[in-house]
């Protein structure tokens, strides 16, 4: 009876071991994306507005000849653009990426994304996000710059509807230089004063974007970089699940939530090359 329960059991044991085999081997593969690829390192290149040959150039504005270089330069050596919402869609799930990825975003949402940059993004399969000033796309004058230089709520709608942009909020009314330098705190202000200043400025946000139609991605580009530790709190409260700096650093980018909070980015000033834009690629 011994020597049967023995026999018993060892066949239990063996099966067991067999069935913990096939598990794993099921495993390896059918989860590979989530479970083998653990990271990847994000670029994000940060344009602001396009001008056509002979334009003026600074440190906010490029020509259609640089990005055209840039976007060249980037296909040349394995780089490949991606949606923020892929990106994000990543962390959560573990969706792939490439095995290079570069998220390209064009800040202020300036009417020349739409006449200048759109062009180049459908000639090189490419895709970027905008980073949308409120104030600006409503036309409202909101002391710090002219609406006529920026896209209008409809021509917003169009850039979406080429399924090469997507959008994110750069605030509603705080990209501005006042006694406030964006979402900072004033040295006076009490928290739970600035909390409803900061809400009141997401709701209107909000307000707009859904009265156009227009869907946004709940991502956040701190206006001029400026970051603020009460401002990162009550975004993420509030369903922000990225959030951007100017701070020109790599991402890494893993299955961790927070590693979406205060991505660096770096300027493509007008001033510089395509060399050295790629020069930085390959040091970091």
């Known amino acids: 009876m011994s020597q049967s329960k023995n026999g018993i059991w060892g066949m239990v044991f063996y099966a067991a071991v067999l069935l913990a085999l096939i598990g794993l081997l099921c495993y390896g593969l059918v989860a590979p994306a989530y479970a083998q690829e653990d990271s990847r390192t994000l670029p994000i290149l940060m344009y602001h507005d396009i001008v ?23 296909a040349q050596e394995g780089w490949q653009t991606v949606r923020l919402s892929e990106v994000i869609t990543y962390v959560r799930t573990g969706t792939p990426l490439p095995e290079k990825p570069v998220l390209l975003v064009f800040d202020d949402g300036y009417r020349s994304i739409l006449t200048q940059a759109l062009p180049l993004l ?23 710059d002219t609406a006529g230089q920026y896209m209008t709520w409809q021509e917003l709608s169009q850039a979406v509807a080429s399924g090469r942009i997507e959008l994110q909020s750069h605030s509603a009314q705080l990209h501005v230089y006042r006694t406030r330098k964006g979402v900072q705190l004033l040295p006076e202000e009490t928290a739970q004063a600035y909390e409803a200043m900061l809400l009141s400025d997401m709701e209107q946000m909000d307000q707009w974007s859904r009265a156009a139609g227009i869907t946004m991605l709940r991502a956040f580009a701190y206006p001029y970089g400026y970051v603020e530790p009460l401002a990162d709190a009550l975004l993420q409260r509030q369903g922000y699940v990225a959030t951007m700096t100017s701070e020109p650093h790599l991402n890494l980018i893993t299955h961790d939530a927070a590693c979406l909070y205060r991505l660096g980015r770096l300027n493509r000033s007008g001033l510089i090359s395509t060399e050295t834009l790629m020069a930085w690629l390959r040091e970091e």
């Open 122 to 144: 459908q000639k090189y399969n490419a895709c970027a996000v905008v980073s949308v000033i409120g104030a600006r796309a409503q036309g409202i004058a909101d002391g710090c």
């Open 52 to 74: 056509p040959e002979g334009g003026l150039l600074d440190d906010y504005t490029a020509s259609v000849a640089q990005l055209e270089a840039d976007l060249q330069a980037l």
